[in-house]
């Protein structure tokens, strides 16, 4: 029988997380029970993941092709297959980077001390190392975050896992922004950039809290404002990719980085323009380097 993730995995107040912030948490705990329900419609309905997956709200679909390519990545490393190049074939089209942010996930439930696997695709293939920065936290809590942040140092593939687990801040604070200034404000200098691209990305892709929250986010970033927007245009662009672009995404492209997901998604485009097909770190490091020159020319 193929294996079941249990909703109850996202209940905020088991893993630890923020609970005094009511609406976020319900916002964020119901995009975290769609991953796993993602995982789990991919382990009953493999030959037809994308069906099962559509019968999910809109929203919720890009967080389910996410717990999908996990069920995915888990399937190549125990058979030596190549399930995730086979989701992609099915839903790449639409979901290429919540599938390769999942297949990060892989060997997170079991903890095996395996590196990440990574796709043959290029340039996108890094985006496995930031899902397996979220969910080491995510099942880690604050102390694997901290952990994560001491070890990252300048190391580039340390610094996009760092990502993720910046990804995954936003949820174990509930989105709060006084919460993230602090915990950033005490992680190693070189690690906040990483951290607030994070939050940022999570921001746009997950949201849940108002427009004033996200112009104190903006505000707290200070000097790496420009990597809390480089953030949200990868959330954007992920989300227009999709299709599906919820009002919360618009709000953080306008509040965070004052544009559209439609214009943000070019920037993205446009700084990939000449890296597409490279696939070494350097080329995904510059495409975020790219989008953040994009972003402050507005």
């Known amino acids: 029988m193929a294996p079941r993730l249990p909703l109850a995995m996202a209940d905020f107040a088991r893993r630890g997380f923020r609970v005094d912030r009511p609406q976020p948490r319900e ?3 119901r995009h975290a029970r769609s991953f796993l ?3 789990n419609l991919a382990a009953a309905h493999w030959r037809s993941v994308r069906a099962a997956v559509d019968t999910l709200p809109a929203e919720e679909r890009g967080f389910a092709h996410e717990g999908a390519a996990m069920y995915a990545g888990q399937r190549d490393v125990f058979t030596r297959g190549r399930s995730v190049a086979a989701l992609l074939a099915e839903s790449g089209a639409d979901y290429p980077h919540m599938i390769h942010v999942g297949a990060g996930w892989a060997l997170a439930v079991s903890r095996l001390p395996f590196p990440v696997r990574l796709t043959d695709t290029p340039l996108l293939r890094w985006l496995a190392l930031d899902g397996a920065g979220f969910a080491e936290v995510f099942f880690g809590g604050r102390r694997a975050l901290r952990r994560r942040t001491e070890r990252a140092g300048a190391d580039p593939l340390r610094l996009i896992r760092l990502a993720g687990s910046g990804r995954a801040l936003w949820f174990m604070t509930a989105g709060d922004p006084e919460d993230i200034r602090e915990f950033v404000a005490e992680a190693p200098a070189p690690t906040r950039p990483a951290l607030w691209s994070g939050v940022g990305l999570a921001s746009a892709y ?22 809390l927007a480089q953030g949200v245009v990868f959330a954007a662009t992920a989300r227009t990719r999709s299709g599906i672009v919820p009002e919360h995404t618009a709000l953080a492209c306008e509040r965070i980085a004052g544009t559209t997901p439609e214009i943000a998604t070019g920037w993205s485009e446009e700084a990939a323009a000449d890296l597409g097909e490279r696939a070494d770190v350097t080329a995904f490091l510059r495409w975020r380097e790219g989008i953040r020159t994009l972003s402050a020319r507005g």
């Open 27 to 29: 916002h964020l705990e």
């Open 37 to 39: 329900t993602g995982y």
């Open 206 to 227: 997950a949201g849940g809290v108002p427009p004033r929250e996200l112009d104190a986010l903006r505000e707290y970033a200070g000097a790496h404002a420009g990597h």
